[in-house]
């Protein structure tokens, strides 16, 4: 069966330090895939996603995520986060043949000052 | 241009009621589909509907379904409510099967 796979439930990262979020996914072929973000009480914000062409994709907030076939993730990344990054981040794949959105269970990102 | 809007934002029911949500879409957009989340059971696609036919549909029981207008608003209902439904419940329209844009929720919670 299709899944995504985010390892870490919790994240803590101290202000100003570098971030990497780790996203595998199990599906025969390569699917859409996307990074959202929702902050406590609201809805998720699309960071970024990758369709097809250059496996590192830049999105919003100064986040990006690399493509690898080869094992299957999609690991996002920023190099020096900020308190406000503070929030849960949700990966996603959509497979091509159905566009149904399968989602990770998430990682909540906590912010040391 | 306006965001995707829920109504209600939250809401209150006991068990064995029945429950109406409404989604209104961006502007142009053709696709709005359903998500419950839940902290035990995380986010879980509910269905898709496109041009007022549902093109998609989760594993959730048939208590739970959905239409959509001609305007592309939408709206999904849940029959004889459980403690169990008690959610986070999202919507999220796009053109056509490409980025979703997601509103704020419907926060149900049943007694």
């Known amino acids: 069966a299709q899944s995504v796979t985010q390892p870490d439930i919790h994240i803590t990262v101290s202000e100003g330090a570098s971030l990497e979020l780790r996203c595998n996914y199990s599906?025969?072929?390569?699917?859409?895939l996307f990074w959202y973000v929702q902050s406590p009480g609201q809805g998720l914000q699309l960071l970024l996603k990758?369709?097809?062409?250059d496996t590192l994709v830049q999105g919003i907030k100064g986040f990006e995520a690399e493509f690898k076939r080869s094992q299957s993730s999609f690991n996002l990344r920023k190099p020096s986060v900020h308190w406000s990054d503070a929030a849960e981040y949700f990966c996603a794949v959509v497979p091509r043949s159905n566009y149904q959105l399968i989602w990770g269970a998430g990682t909540k990102l906590i912010i040391k000052p | 241009k306006a965001g995707v809007t829920q109504t209600p934002r939250y809401l209150i029911k006991t068990r064995g009621q029945q429950v109406t949500l409404s989604c209104s879409p961006i502007?142009?957009?053709?696709?709005v589909s359903w998500y419950q989340q839940t902290p035990g059971q995380g986010l879980q696609f509910l269905f898709e509907?496109?041009?007022?036919?549902?093109?998609n549909k989760g594993n959730f029981p048939g208590r739970f379904s959905g239409r959509q207008f001609s305007n592309s608003r939408s709206e999904m209902n849940v029959s004889t409510l459980e403690l169990g439904d008690s959610a986070l419940y999202l919507c999220?329209?796009?053109?056509?099967?490409?980025?979703?844009?997601f509103g704020p929720g419907t926060r149900l919670t049943v007694l």
């Open positions: 502007s142009g957009h053709r696709s």
């Open positions: 999220a329209s796009s053109f056509d099967r490409d980025e979703q844009f």
């Open positions: 509907y496109f041009s007022e036919t549902q093109r």
């Open positions: 990758y369709f097809s062409g």
């Open positions: 599906y025969g072929a390569t699917p859409y």
